[in-house]
């Protein structure tokens, strides 16, 4: 169970860290830095729960096959 735990969290990283790569789709202006961090704070509050139970569901799903 340890290790499906491990997994998981590296999925919602990976998920983050996209979004952090890829902040341009939001028409981000050149102060990215300020904006930036303020944009994934709030992207991160509004998604990161809503992400964390679609992917403890398909593991849970997996397991439970």
């Known amino acids: 169970m340890r290790k499906s735990n491990s997994e998981i969290l590296n999925k919602v990283k990976n ?3 996209e979004k952090k790569a890829n902040p341009s789709n939001n028409n981000l202006s ?3 830095t300020n ?3 303020k944009f ?3 992207w991160i509050e509004v998604n990161a729960e809503k992400i964390t139970k ?3 569901r398909e ?3 997996k397991i439970f096959k």
Do not use: D, Y
Request: proline letters at 0%.
């Open 15 to 17: 998920i983050v860290n």
């Open 35 to 37: 904006e930036t961090t």
């Open 30 to 32: 050149n102060n990215k």
């Open 40 to 42: 994934l704070a709030q």
């Open 54 to 56: 679609e992917i403890i």
């Open 59 to 61: 593991e849970v799903k």
